[in-house]
């Protein structure tokens, strides 16, 4: 990639974390949560039957994110922060999906559907009279729904039903965050694999220096909720192709030579025990793939055996998780 790519990456990225940030810190107001101020009891909250169980779930969920050993107050910035990494990186993913055509376009707007996407386009002219009196068109209502559509694909990134979908941005929000991630970051750099990381390591940057500060400058010790953010930087490529090329690679060619006991594709397992974004992962499938290829698998089999047989990934940090899942 581009440096002048990876600069608008992670310009982009900060801009948008600013963004929803804010907006889920004033949401929340809405529910008596509050930086730096004494939490409002529901009783003194003119909130509706929906809202007292909106209230509850998210109380219990920043309750949970103190169990690591945060104050309240770290709890709720951290719970902050969980909401919109798990938000962007959604549109994100939709953003790769469209942009490789794996999907319909649902974020990038053309002056031929009246600028909007196409999916919401289509969504528009079924459900005309909703979205006329919804202030985004019902944009939010409809990026919901294709969250739901996929999270049966990717439920670990896009599961509408954990403590980090309790509460979405608003309209002005979603506008906004779409249109510097379909604007400010090229088609071409969306095309790359390795968008899903740097997108990681820059969304971290304030943290990582931060760890850094209290280390070297005020000597603190590093907590455990500090280790994602200090030790997850992204490998550069060619670091990855040398360690998969004389992992697996190494593997294959000593099967290959009879210098191994054989085994069949299918039997080979490999497990990347620091998994970040998957990104040595996405090496070892396009290697896996060439091999099932030498061996005369099916083409239009391989992707599936691959995904069902071959690739395992481990890691302390479950937004990592959802990215290598993604």
Not at 149 to 157: K, P, R, T, W
Not at 214 to 223: T, V
Not at 274 to 281: D, E, K, Q, T, V
Request: hydrophobic letters at 35%.
């Amino acid at each position: 990639m581009k440096p002048e790519q990876k600069k608008a990456i992670n310009r982009t990225i900060l801009k948008c974390r600013a963004i929803l940030e804010k907006d889920i810190e004033n949401q929340l107001i809405t529910y008596g949560i509050i930086i730096d101020e004494p939490w409002i009891e529901k009783d003194k909250l003119s909130l509706t039957d929906e809202q007292e169980q909106i209230y509850k779930n998210l109380r219990d969920a920043i309750t949970k994110e103190m169990k690591g050993g945060l104050s309240e107050k770290e709890a709720l910035i951290s719970y902050i922060r969980e909401v919109t990494y798990t938000y962007l990186n959604r549109l994100a993913a939709l953003r790769v999906m469209e942009v490789r055509g794996l999907m319909e376009e649902v974020l990038i707007q053309r002056d031929e559907y009246g600028n909007r996407s196409y999916g919401h386009r289509n969504f528009f002219e079924v459900a005309r009279e909703f979205c006329k009196s919804q202030s985004d068109e019902g944009l939010s209502y409809f990026i919901s729904l294709i969250f739901n559509e996929i999270s049966s694909d990717i439920g670990l990134l896009f599961n509408t039903d954990d403590e980090y979908s309790i509460i979405s941005p608003s309209n002005q929000a979603l506008i906004e965050t779409i249109r510097l991630l379909t604007t400010e970051i090229d088609e071409d750099a969306w095309q790359q694999d390795e968008i899903i990381g740097w997108i990681y390591q820059y969304f971290n940057e304030k943290e990582k220096d931060n760890v850094f500060d209290r280390l070297y400058n005020k000597k603190e010790k590093i907590r455990s909720i500090d280790i994602p953010a200090a030790t997850q930087l992204f490998t550069p490529d060619w670091i990855v192709e040398w360690i998969v090329n004389n992992s697996l690679g190494k593997l294959r060619e000593e099967i290959i030579n009879g210098e191994r006991e054989y085994k069949k594709l299918e039997d080979i397992k490999l497990l990347d025990p620091a998994c970040g974004s998957g990104h040595f992962l996405v090496k070892a499938y396009d290697l896996f793939y060439q091999y099932y290829v030498e061996d005369g698998y099916p083409k239009e089999k391989i992707p599936f055996l691959i995904l069902r047989h071959n690739l395992h990934g481990i890691d302390i940090d479950a937004r990592a998780i959802q990215l290598t899942a993604l």
